[in-house]
């Protein structure tokens, strides 16, 4: 008997259901739509975040960043626990600045604040990746910008960054026979092509740590006070795991909500201040202010 199309695409739907429901597997089933079903994520009076200064304000070698120092030996390798995944959502709020962004970055930050920092395997960039906006065609002076995934000292881009707008953002990597792989959802709830940068390096790539291993977020450790974020950052959830796309969802909507949420969350903090970036999630994973400088409080909406 012939099946119509429409028919075929549920049954197949039913079937990856039922496969994925019925194994350890976390599987995604894409919504036909292209989109996530996620609440506004429109900032109330009652939410605060950290508002990062732009590149002109800060004096060349100065920083607003903070980092989590060697995050591998406190159960989040690059990519995650046996390659078995990281995923990090944040909302982000990207305010106009010429040249280059810095959101966050998992590499060496050692504190020299030198492309040594950045090259350090024999002048070659290895094991980090970052997502952030990033300057059409390069440039400090560059005013107009693409979504990025930067990796393997190549940028990746797909996405227009509309500036004075609230992204709700995702990212996923995990390691596999294939290779290590990396999406960055820039727009939830939208997942559709157009809305996610992607990229697999070969396998070799990220096998050895750096001298300094850190996860910063706010500043490029390699070029402090030229990349900073220029942005207000806040609703900061990271997994030590491969979030599904619909854990993503209901995670965005209520943290620690999903039983794979809840064993993995490795840190927490909705609202972030400049006084307190403490871990929320119990795990106590707690990040360090680089430097004396720190950014503004922002008080919603």
């Known amino acids: 008997m012939l099946l ?7 049954l197949s739907r039913l079937l990856i259901g039922f496969i994925c429901t019925s194994s350890l597997l976390a599987c995604d089933v894409p919504p036909p739509n292209g989109s996530l079903a996620i609440p506004s994520q429109t900032p109330t009076t009652s939410d605060r975040g950290i508002e990062f200064p732009s590149n002109p304000d800060i004096k ?48 060496n930050d050692d504190g020299k604040g030198t492309m040594e920092t950045f090259e350090w395997n024999n002048s070659i960039a290895e094991t980090y990746y970052g997502m952030h906006p990033y300057p059409d065609k390069g440039g400090d002076a560059t005013l107009t910008h693409q979504w990025e995934l930067s990796i393997e000292q190549d940028d990746f881009v797909n996405g227009t960054v509309a500036k004075g707008r609230w992204y709700t953002q995702a990212v996923r990597v995990w390691s596999d026979w294939r290779g290590k792989h990396h999406e960055f959802y820039w727009d939830l709830p939208n997942i559709d092509p157009s809305h996610l940068v992607t990229h697999t390096s070969p396998r070799s790539w990220g096998e050895v740590n750096p001298p300094a291993p850190a996860l910063t977020f706010g500043d490029a450790p390699w070029n402090p006070g030229k990349e900073l974020c220029s942005c207000i950052l806040r609703g900061i959830q990271i997994y030590a795991s491969k979030l599904s796309l619909l854990d993503i969802q209901n995670e965005i909507a209520s943290p620690q909500s999903t039983a794979a949420g809840t064993h993995s969350i490795w840190y927490l903090n909705m609202n972030p201040t400049p006084t307190d970036i403490s871990d929320k999630s119990g795990r106590g994973h707690n990040p360090e202010w680089v430097g004396t400088q720190r950014p503004a409080l922002y008080t919603g909406p």
């Not at 060697?70 to 982000?92: M, Q, W």
């Open 4 to 10: 119509s199309v429409n028919r075929r695409s549920i």
């Open 60 to 107: 060349d070698g100065d920083t607003v960043r903070f980092r989590f120092r060697d995050p591998g030996k406190l159960g989040l390798p690059i990519y995650g626990p046996d390659g078995s995944g990281v995923t990090y959502i944040f909302r982000v709020y990207p305010k106009q600045q010429p040249g280059y962004y810095t959101t966050f970055f998992w590499g």
